[in-house]
């Protein structure tokens, strides 16, 4: 288990060390100029040259990749091109909010998901199962932001029952949840669909499994079987989806925060790039690849723990 | 002496295929008996049967009396109480008999279920019972998971785990059959020591005839779904009388004088089990088949351990 912590966490960190040598070079090795592109097209050349040698472009590309990595590694993002504040200061601003969307639409998801599922396979076969396959399946099929739109005009323009835009009232938890509900249910319902088939899915198939029939040849009783033989190995493939999921959510964020106009990271990036903010967006891209990369390692090894096998993959 | 299991008339199918077309078997205290039969003749089905964990959707009828307790009409929670008790069964397939998760040792304590020891007890069982079935380093093995063991040593394992619940029936499905022929001879000369220490009954499911001549003392002959003859392992090697249990014996490699023979095999294949023949089942097959083997075929005592399901035997 240690040998493969040690290296799980190793790769993590060369993904990490790629993805940012590979923004550096997506933002900087394109043909333009940062310096002239803020500035706009009025700039004189002291001003651009002034900017660029803050900016620290007027150094070798070597010492700028290494500048870049050791003030990423410090915690220190650069400074946002228009309003001069520290990049980092402004994302831990909004995070709780997308924090807390996620959480809350992964949350549901996973319950809901996972109970369907259940469901499904204790009346495998008969009618109830295929109504939750086909409702399922088109939670799955509807794309998220149709269901955003909808559930705006249903629940906050019609009935008028939920707020339509913002994040809540600061330090007001129920204005908070209230304006929540509406993006994590468009955000969770594909998860839900998506948690149930896979529930179902390999339930079924550890159910089926020869060792669960072994552990049935020596009486042991169907409760036991079930929480101590099948979900420890059925629950592992749910675990990877979850991982991605939450990836996969972080990214919902940007259009369902932009929809439902809420401040957070997805609405951050996003006005970053409309206002060619470089300093924002490549800060913000490269928070959420770490936060991403973290939940996907700590998903890595809790499979690790449950799966022997799992562990020794780096063996041999 | 007593009959520990004895199989009556037994039934099995699954919707329409009627894969057991009324089974009867019987085996006493210490006694070793062999299933054999090619793939499909039921065999496994059977098996399944006897530990009362027939597939979903299997239709049973007829009747199976474990040491007197009725099992095909029992309530599915007396059922489970014979299982793990009464009988072990030791799988086909050692690879996937045990669960991955779950250290060896782990699994051999949840099988002592019923015992009362403590876990360091069972522990200790478990060790003792993994170094009589020839497990080097025992005390290694029950931490290792299942991919960390080899072949011949899960299918002692499985052994072991049968062995630690003491049954008064153990069932052994094909035990040889995922092994190679090293181990093989191995898992066949533990079954032989085994033999000889214990007091139940052993049914050995095969359809390697080697195995039962080695291990058995009385063999069933099985095709499609019906034993068509039983006997002691000399009269069905030496005297078959039914006309499959012959042939079954003609294409054994084993009887091949000399390597470069073609190996026999019996024509045909088995009969559609949606729709089984009124008459015997292997008339479309045989070479003595008759107009008479339309009917049903009668039983026929051959001799007091001998008997076959055949028109053609002058009796």
Redesign the interface.
Known sequence: MLTYTVKRIGLAIMVLLIVMSAMYAMVFLVPGDPASLALGPRATPELKAELTARMGLDQPLTTQILNFFSNALRGDLGYDVWSKRPVLDQILEVLPNTLFLGILSLGWAIVLGIVLGCLAVVWRGTAIDTLLGVLSVSMIAVPPFVIALYSLLIFAVWLNWLPAIGAGKPGDWSSQLAAALLPAFAIGITWVGYLARLVRASMLEVMGANYIRTARAFGLSEPRIVLRCALRVAIIPTIAILAVGFGSILSSAVFVETVFSRPGVGSLITSAVAKRNYPLVMGTVLFMTTFYLFVVTAADLLMAWLDPRVRDVFRS | MTELLEVTDLRLSYGKLHALRGANLQARAGEVIGIVGESGCGKSTLASAL?G?PAEGAALSGSIKIAGQEMVAASAASR??????RV??I?Q?PM???????TLGDQLI??Q??SHLSRKEKRAKARDMLASVGLPDPDLALKR?M??LSGGMRQRA?IA?ALL?SPDLLIADEPTTALDVTMEAQIIHLFRQLRAHHHGAIVIVTHHLGVVGELCDRVYVMYAGEVVEEGTVDEIYHSPRHPYTAALIACDPMHLEVTDQRLPTIPGRLPDLTNPPRGCAFASRCVKAAAICAEPPPRKRLSPTQAALCHRIAE
């Open positions: 530990i964990l489970r109480a014979l299982r793990g008790d072990a069964m799988f397939d996937t008999a045990f669960n991955p998760v779950l949840d099988f279920h019923r998971y991919h960390e499985s785990a619940v």
